[in-house]
């Protein structure tokens, strides 16, 4: 059965702290790997990585894919409290499209 | 480009009783996707329909959920009679045929008391 772990479940840090979110997953063909935020009710998207090794970055936030060793890390750096939210990854097997989410991390960034 | 949206936001009803949710996804999206997100747990995929086919309803309680999208474009999910265990954020997401990006809409908050 396809299976998304992140952890921690949940991180508090305060403004301009770096903090890493992993994420680790057992999937039949993998596809991708997403990651969303999720503020209020609906995810929104930040990362797709497909590919080993390479980084993608977005401002203050990264993320990076290992196919062999099956996780991804997003790191987020001089956090504020605007990044406060539940971050989701999830991961698309090739087979139907499908997506499979991990339990999401919590994070609280405190003023 | 108009994003993806449902309706209502919010819904309590008593259990046993009927819901119904729709959703109308992005404009030539052929993928649509139903998740459930109990609170403190990640959305958990429903229904997953291809134009108006089914493609993936493996984790449907298809005793009491039901779901359609005729015509392949709006869709909606109903439960019939409800329970207190239904209570959670039911997203909607759609996507491009082969796609990976799913876009999700605001999602529909049903309490069942």
């Known amino acids: 059965e396809d299976k998304v772990v992140q952890s921690p479940l949940s991180l508090v840090v305060h403004e301009g702290d770096t903090v890493t979110l992993n994420c680790s997953y057992e999937?039949?063909?993998?596809?991708?790997l997403l990651w969303y935020k999720q503020e209020k009710k609906a995810p929104t998207f930040l990362f797709m990585l497909?590919?080993?090794?390479i980084e993608k970055k977005s401002g203050r936030l990264s993320s990076i894919l290992d196919k062999k060793e099956l996780f991804s890390i997003l790191n987020i750096t001089a956090t504020q409290t605007g990044d406060s939210a539940i971050y989701l990854c999830?991961?698309?097997?090739?087979?139907?499209?499908?997506?499979?989410f991990g339990p999401g991390t919590r994070l609280s960034v405190l003023p | 480009e108009a994003g993806v949206a449902q309706s209502p936001r919010y819904k309590i009803i008593e259990k046993r009783q009927s819901v119904a949710f729709w959703c109308n996804p992005i404009s030539g999206h052929a993928t649509l996707y139903w998740y459930q997100q109990i609170l403190g747990q990640g959305p958990k995929l429903l229904i997953q329909?291809?134009?108006?086919?089914?493609?993936?309803d493996s984790q449907l309680p298809k005793d009491r959920f039901s779901a359609e999208r005729l015509k392949g474009v709006d869709s909606t999910l109903k439960i019939q009679p409800a329970k207190l265990e239904d209570s959670a954020v039911y997203l909607c997401?759609?996507?491009?045929?082969?796609?990976?990006?799913?876009?999700f809409g605001q999602g529909t908050r049903l309490t069942v008391v």
């Open positions: 497909t590919s080993s090794g």
């Open positions: 997401a759609s996507s491009h045929l082969g796609g990976t990006e799913a876009f």
């Open positions: 329909f291809q134009n108006n086919g089914v493609v993936d």
């Open positions: 999830a991961v698309e097997s090739n087979y139907g499209q499908n997506f499979v």
């Open positions: 999937v039949t063909n993998f596809r991708s």
